[in-house]
Structures are given as C-alpha cells and as structure tokens.
C-alpha cells in the first residue's frame, strides 16, 4: 500500500523494524506458513495444552492424597506440565502474527519452561544448577522487555 502499511497486516506498517523480516509476513527472511501446517502445530499445541493442564492437575490430585494418607509416593514429575505448556506455547508462536521481537520473547519464555521441565531430569547436580540459571535468566530477560515496553516517557509525563 502506498501508506506504508501491509494489505495482509494493516494495523503493522513497512516502517516497523521487525515487520519486514517477519515468516509470516513474507518478508525476505520466509514466506507464510501453509494452512495445514500452521493447523498441524495448533494441534500439537492444543494437545500439549491440554497435556500439561491434565498432569498439572493430576499432580495436585496426587500431593493431596498424599497429604491425606491415602498414597505413600508417586513417580509423577512436575518435569510433565512444564514441558508440555512450554511446547504448546513454542509452537503457538509460529501460528500467528507475531513481530521479530515477540516471536524471540516467546520463544525464550516457552525455552525456559521447557528446560525447567527437564533440568528435572538431570542427576548431575551442577548442570541442574546451570540450567535452573538459564531459566531465571530467561524469565528476568523476558520480563524485563515487559516491563520497558510498558514504561514510556509519555506515559510517565501523563500520570
């Protein structure tokens, strides 16, 4: 369009630093991601949803019954949950519109949880403490463009 915005995205302008380069704006970096399997991947993470929301709850279900008396242990691992709403998120993101900068955030925030799924699967105590680390680190980064993004001078000057 001659205003500078996209047919395909409207509300996203060329002068937009992450647009151009976006997949699935077919920018010069990918073309879009064919309809099937964009649905393919908001199946595996419909169903890595619902995965993770199961074992999560299953996990309550279990620390009660626990604290109840009525099992002694279980050999479920939060490691389930974590992986699995990681996975769905990760694979959400290549789905839907997303900027250069949003997609790397989610991205990170989906590696983070996926990681501290499996850092519960690791028996060598330092590599467990590294990767705990890199989640941290994943999630403060994250959080953190959150945060900057929300503070702006002009919202500061209005208040």
Do not use: C, N
């Not at 369009?1 to 992450?18: A, I, L, Y």
């Not at 064919?34 to 619902?50: D, E, G, P, Y």
């Not at 989906?110 to 501290?116: D, L, R, T, V, Y």
């Amino acid at each position: 369009m001659k205003d500078g915005t996209s047919q395909t995205h409207p509300e996203r302008s060329s002068r937009d630093p992450f647009f151009a380069s976006s997949a699935l704006a077919g920018g010069a970096k990918g073309a879009p991601l064919s309809q099937t399997l964009k649905s393919a991947l908001r199946l595996l993470s419909a169903i890595s949803l619902v995965f993770a929301i199961v074992t999560a709850l299953l996990l309550v279900a279990l620390d009660a019954a626990h604290l109840s008396g009525h099992i002694s242990s279980w050999h479920i691992k939060s490691a389930f949950p974590l992986i699995g709403i990681g996975l769905s998120y990760l694979l959400l993101q290549f789905t839907i519109p997303r900027s250069r900068a949003q997609r790397w955030l989610s991205i990170a925030v989906s590696g983070a949880f996926i990681i501290w799924g499996a850092e519960q699967f690791v028996p060598a105590p330092r590599i467990a403490t590294l990767m705990d680390d890199i989640v941290v680190f994943l999630f403060v980064t994250e959080l953190a463009f959150v945060i900057h993004s929300l503070i702006r001078p002009q919202e500061i000057e209005g208040d």
